[in-house]
């Protein structure tokens, strides 16, 4: 199993910035088998959103239309993937969520229990 634990949301203003990290812990050979991490977010009344995505290396990343040039994701050799928001906006007010696979593709199994990020005008 793998627990993710996410950590550095909060309230800041209209064109702030704030890095969200996740920690992810459990058995060595879980965590090592990681292949992706990925953050969602989803704000009251709307359905989730994806918000970006890395591979287990590093070199590869994605982002959702609505967060591309302002966010950027990254991850540490330490198990740790961090999620740089910059020049935030209100509509990026939501729950934010770390996600991980032991697969390639499809659905994420692991999730964390979020972290909140609001920004006001």
């Known amino acids: 199993q793998v627990q993710l634990v996410e950590s550095g949301g909060g309230l800041v203003q209209a064109g702030g910035s704030l890095r969200l990290s996740c920690a992810a812990s459990?058995?060595?050979?879980?965590?090592?088998?990681?292949?992706?991490w990925g953050w969602f977010r989803q704000a009251p009344g709307k359905e989730r959103e994806y918000v970006a995505k890395?591979?287990?290396?590093?070199?590869?990343t994605d982002y959702g239309d609505s967060v591309k040039g302002r966010f950027t994701i990254s991850r540490d050799n330490e198990n740790t993937v961090y999620l740089q928001m910059t020049s935030l906006k209100p509509v990026d007010t939501a729950l934010y969520y770390c996600v991980a696979s032991r697969r390639t593709s499809g659905p994420y199994e692991y999730w964390g229990q979020g972290t909140q990020v609001t920004v006001s005008s």
């Open positions: 459990g058995s060595t050979l879980s965590t090592l088998s990681i292949l992706r």
């Open positions: 890395i591979t287990w290396s590093g070199v590869y």
